[in-house]
């Protein structure tokens, strides 16, 4: 399943002109709404999941996020923590974490709770 996971994650980077890197120099609540979008939309439609990616952010200042980050998969109420694919030597992990959400496995990773979301950006 894995391979097929990262096959179809290939198709997807080279489809949005995305890399592995792109956010090894830093990203933004912005940046991460379009790319979160995308990759929800990419992971519904190609694999019928129901969730969504959101990117979870240490602290919040009316709309503004700042702080660290982790990328998270949303389902049913529950967010876990994804390595993020979009800085290098993380993509790996992504897709394992893929492959364990698409065979049903997502109780094998680390769920966060939610406490404020604006669009694919939360606390």
């Not at 997807?12 to 991460?32: E, K």
């Not at 709404?33 to 990759?39: D, Q, R, T, W």
Request: hydrophobic share 40%; charged share 15%; net charge negative.
């Amino acid at each position: 399943m894995a391979q097929s996971v990262m096959m179809e994650f290939a198709r997807f980077l080279r489809d949005h002109s995305y890399t592995t890197s792109m956010w090894d120099s830093g990203y933004t609540a912005a940046d991460s709404n379009g790319v979160c979008h995308e990759l929800t939309k990419w992971f519904q439609q190609t694999w019928g999941q129901a969730g969504e990616f959101l990117m979870l952010w240490s602290s919040v200042n009316d709309t503004q996020f700042s702080g660290d980050s982790e990328l998270v998969y949303l389902v049913d109420g529950r967010a876990h923590l994804i390595p993020n694919p979009f800085i290098e030597g993380d993509a790996e992990g992504f897709v394992l974490a893929l492959a364990a959400i698409v065979e049903g496995h997502d109780h094998t990773l680390y769920s966060v709770q939610i406490k404020q979301r604006i669009l694919y950006n939360a606390v």
